[in-house]
């Protein structure tokens, strides 16, 4: 019960048109914080036991899987990004029912680590959406028939792009970017028509600062409920903003100084009243409590840190306390949320930590990039290991939990995992 209402409390897609329950209908799930409701959800698995099935994938990726009643989607790109495609598999038995393949006849770059078509769908259980990068926007429905697509522009970048759609109500809300033309906009659900665009300062190309310095954000907006007030908040590149959902009117903003380059990877967290943000490439990390309007200034902060580990993957608040993954040296941290003061620091696994944290039953999942899954009691005592389940494949992804299974994204298959 005290998870329950903790994750009733900490943040969700107030007041958004979400699927039936037990779905996981975006990335991160269904309140866009890594937290499920479900019961039964396994804890050992190897590519032995407790596989319900698995798809072959056909090329690498990073996204993660969303499932919407009977349907899985999963998206992947081919031949250096010519064709970017969306796959939606029986939840059942992983058979393939339909796929949609949006041909694109430029190659754009992009990092090793990170191939094309990263940003995970989002559905409503009426609508999927998928962000295809400079492919563009576009909106299924269940059955696969397309009802629009958006040419939002070209997003280069060195590194590509990574950013998931979110639905709010009758809206889809998408960070647009990284590139020289960074924005973040609102879509009308049904026709995909502009609603609102907010841009974001660049400088040069969008890929660099004018001291040479990297600059770009790849993360997922989250809706958060505020003092009766639903805000969709961003972490762009130098900047965490609360954006009003009605007409995209910026409510507050909290500057972060990174020497070393402006780059936003992971999500904020927000929980208790709070908003924590890390930025990436071992950049400055902030938090502060919500509440203002404005500039939010020092007053608000409750600790900042010029430099932390790699941040790539997203966190969780349980109890008072931030459970984060790192991506640099490959540990899972406890902080104290209202100081930032370090519990603990484990390093675990058998490879960095890429993918976010996801919660089940008062338990926490997380996978490294070999594809090892590690599950945890959150505690700000110690580290308190459940389960190592290995793989032993190539992954970037964050699970997804449904109906009692967890499917599992990696390089070269999806995992459907569950006791059978």
């Known amino acids: 019960m005290f998870y329950k209402c903790l994750l009733a409390g900490v943040v969700g897609l107030a007041g958004s048109a979400v699927a039936s329950a037990g779905d996981w209908p975006a990335f991160r799930g269904p309140h866009g914080n890594g937290w499920s409701e479900e019961t039964n959800v396994p804890t050992k698995w190897s590519k032995e036991q407790n596989i319900r099935w698995k798809f072959k994938l056909p090329d690498e990726g990073n996204s993660s899987p969303i499932v919407v009643g009977k349907r899985v989607f999963i998206t992947c790109g081919q031949n250096q990004g010519r064709k970017r495609g969306l796959y939606c598999l029986d939840r059942d038995d992983g058979s393939l029912l339909w796929s949609r393949i949006v041909d694109f006849d430029k190659v754009l770059p992009t990092h090793a680590t990170n191939p094309y078509c990263s940003p995970t769908p989002a559905s409503d259980g009426k609508h ?91 993360t997922t907006p989250i809706v958060v409920a505020q003092q009766g007030q639903d805000q969709i908040v961003c972490f762009q590149p130098r900047r965490v903003v609360a954006y009003q959902p009605a007409d995209g009117k910026i409510i507050w903003e909290s500057t972060l100084v990174n020497p070393k380059g402006d780059l936003a990877y992971s999500s904020p967290m927000i929980a208790d009243g709070v908003c924590v943000a890390l930025g990436g490439y071992n950049g400055s990390g902030i938090a502060f409590k919500l509440g203002a309007k404005g500039d939010i200034g020092e007053k608000d902060r409750l600790w900042y840190k010029p430099r932390n580990p790699q941040s790539i993957g997203t966190g969780v608040v349980v109890g008072g306390y931030l459970y984060v993954p790192d991506a640099g040296p490959n540990t899972i941290r406890c902080l104290e949320l209202l100081t930032g003061k370090e519990a603990w620091s484990e390093r675990i696994g058998d490879g960095a930590y890429w993918g976010s944290i996801v919660m089940a039953e008062g338990r926490a999942y997380v996978t490294t990039q070999a594809g090892t899954t590690i599950v945890f009691k959150p505690s700000p005592e110690k580290f308190e290991l459940i389960a190592e389940n290995k793989l032993g494949e190539h992954s970037n992804s964050t699970p997804a939990i449904s109906d009692g299974r967890i499917l599992i994204r990696t390089f070269e298959h999806l995992y459907c995992i569950g006791e059978k």
């Not at 939002?152 to 792009?161: A, D, K, M, P, S």
């Not at 973040?184 to 400088?203: N, Y």
Request: with cysteine; aromatic share 14%.
């Open 128 to 218: 999927v959406v998928v962000w295809h990068g400079s492919a563009g926007l576009f909106c299924y429905d269940l059955e696969g028939k397309e009802l629009w697509q958006r040419d939002l522009g070209e997003f280069r970048h060195v590194w590509g792009y990574a950013a998931s759609p979110i639905i709010y109500q009758d809206r889809v809300i998408q960070n647009c970017a990284p590139g020289v033309k960074a924005f973040l906009a609102a879509f009308d659900l049904k026709t995909g028509k502009d609603l609102w665009r907010v841009d974001e300062p660049t400088e040069g190309n969008g890929e660099k600062r004018k001291d040479g310095a990297p600059m770009g954000t790849f």
